[in-house]
């Protein structure tokens, strides 16, 4: 998101303070971690100090950083960063270098502007597009992103060791060591970040830029030291520091669920728990203001042929289901916790909340601080992360639900609202089955892609970030036991070649 300044000028001694906050921000950050990080570092520390000079840094009000599906986008351009082969922090101190020395006494329009333009680049492999117009959908400007996985040993492996994994992980294609747990003909995940519009000041015109990515997504097998459990999960975060939360919470959630003591005996109450202890985790983190940035959540447990799916928000999981005439039909594996779901709009206004109606069909109600609709407005009903509206009835803990895998099913879809906005869960499952034939991942393409392009159609300038995980449920049992049945017969040479 870019940061707009207004064009009230600052004293030498007060742009000298923002420079040496931001600098300080930087020495502090440590230099291996992911720049969205660094970079939301840098900006709250320049934010904070300008906001205390009267300097207006954020020109949206927490409404817009927390609604979702905006039309509009805050003013403001993204310059490429030089020195990209250093590190991040590297980067960004060359940045804060070459752009703060001398003209101190420039107005605000002057240097700082153009750092913090700089530091709101999208810090990505591929550069982000920066287009005086929208461009047709391509793969030159549609950039597919592996999610995170989440690798884990066979048998047994520490907890430290798990979670080094996963957060060592990354971006698929960055670690050439790291290996999609499943083969992709069998679980397909992609990624897409969103755009928005923008005026530059600088060429005075409207642009189209790039957001920066707060979806998230995990694949994480074994699961709980099971070789017959895996957990999917697919995040949406939002707010100024959404890619953030939405990190923290997937390598949290999948940490703390297979660690819980009712992870076994009790897994809704294992999932529930889990979930508002990720949240209060969130307050603990002085790099992460949650309090006007949170994510969605929909999670999903394959324990043997029982599913248990955990949702907090409006991200969906869907099952592809053939019915008793031989056709694919979807079945919704999670509801959509909208504000004016009446069991959630009665618990949000029995805290003090008020929820708005959607402004036209197709958007969403929103939850309110005050009966005048003017503070916050929340597009969804749970989160984690959003503590603005946590006293009002927003809460975190998730609707679990069970569902048992049968020989009818086929596939399962994970995903955020960018693919439900304008794609139902009954186009989704015809979308997939038409190119499931060719792999999971080339029908989660296929599935992304469309989406993509709905939302240029409906939206113009602006796409929400998309993404998806598609499994093949039978196949993936299948795969597991093959793997078993290899490894089993692998002891069994190793143990009669040591034999006398």
Known sequence: MGSGISTEALRADQKAQVMQNMAQALDEADPEAPPAMVVNQVKFAASTILNGFGVSVDPDSPSRMLGKKTRSASSGTMEELKGKAMSPVGGIKKSISSLGSGNLDDDVDGDTTRLLRTLSLNYEEEESQITSAPSPLSRSNFRKRRLTYAKRGRRIASQEMQEKSVFSAGEIGEDPNMAPPFPPSICGTYSCHGIEPAYDEVDRSDVVIAKINQDRGCVAYPYGLDRKQALFAALDGHGEMGEMVSGFAMHEIQSRLENHPDFIPDIEKAFKEVFVEVDEALKDQKSIDAMYSGTTVVAVLMRDKQLYISNCGDSRAVMAKRNINGEVVAVNLSEDQNPNKPDEQARIEAAGGFVSPPP???????????????????????????????????????????????????????????????????????????????????????????????????????????????????????????????????????WDGNQP
């Open 360 to 494: 036209e069909p197709g958007l969403s109600a929103r939850v309110w601080l005050d009966a005048d609709f003017t503070q916050i407005g929340l597009a969804m009903a749970r989160s984690i992360g959003d503590h603005a509206v946590s006293p009002v009835g927003v809460i975190a803990e998730p609707v679990v639900t069970e569902y048992t895998i049968t020989d009818d099913d086929e596939f399962m879809i994970a995903a955020s609202d960018g693919v439900w906005e304008f794609i139902e869960s009954e186009e989704a499952v015809s979308i997939i089955q038409r190119y499931i034939a060719e792999g999971a991942n080339k029908a989660c393409e296929v599935l992304i892609e469309t989406a993509a392009q709905r939302w240029r159609e409906y939206e113009g300038d602006y796409r929400d970030d998309i993404t998806a995980v598609v499994v093949k449920v039978q196949e993936i049992f299948q795969a597991v036991d093959e793997e078993d049945a290899k490894i089993e017969a692998d002891i069994a040479e190793m």
